[in-house]
């Protein structure tokens, strides 16, 4: 399903976009990101990627989740394989893993290719986890963490949530780490 999702849309685009990526090929793959020195690719100049925000889509209160749950378009959740990211709730087994799977793509990363992860904290139970941070500390042992952007939602309304118990505000940013693969990591 998403995999057809992805080729409809990079479809919409190559028409959308016409002469300027004629040269360009794409290839959707479906597969376990834990396994991609599995799949026979050649190197990368550049990979831009969002994870999953642990397992926030099981966050049975969350607003968004509210909307997903009434909207027969959107999934509540991906699938019930435990191999998911999304499904696991233990946040140190999560970032484990996470981090895992962005140091095993470094054989398919040319030297001084960028690696761009948009990723923003979580919020949960009343507590932040500081996943983009961890991600940027972890990941800088391998890569070299050469810049961060901030991706402003500034489309999105103030949302106070725990009113009269522990109160936050909702997430109007995510942050693009952008790592890059070097010959000294």
Request: contains cysteine; charged residues 25%.
């Amino acid at each position: 399903k998403y995999a057809e999702i992805a080729r409809q849309i990079i479809a919409e685009e190559r028409t959308a976009l016409g002469a300027s990526v004629e040269g360009l090929t794409s290839n959707v793959i479906t597969g376990d990101a834990s396994h991609a020195l599995d799949f026979g690719l050649s190197t990368f100049d550049f990979v831009l990627t969002s994870p999953p925000y642990w397992d926030m889509l099981h966050a049975r209160g969350a607003q968004t989740q509210k909307k997903r749950r009434t909207a027969s378009e959107l999934d509540v959740f991906y699938s019930d394989d435990p191999n998911d990211l999304g499904n696991v709730h233990d946040y140190e087994e999560f970032l484990a893993r996470l981090v895992a799977i962005y140091q095993g793509l470094k054989p398919l990363l040319r030297e001084k290719a960028y690696l761009t992860i948009i990723v923003k904290n979580i919020k949960k139970g009343g507590k932040i986890y500081p996943l983009a941070w961890d991600l940027a500390h972890e990941l800088g042992k391998v890569y070299t963490l050469k810049d961060e952007k901030i991706w402003a939602q500034n489309n999105q309304r103030l949302a106070p949530y725990g009113m009269n118990s522990a109160w936050v505000s909702n997430t109007f940013h995510h942050y693009c780490l952008q790592f890059r693969n070097e010959a000294d990591k």
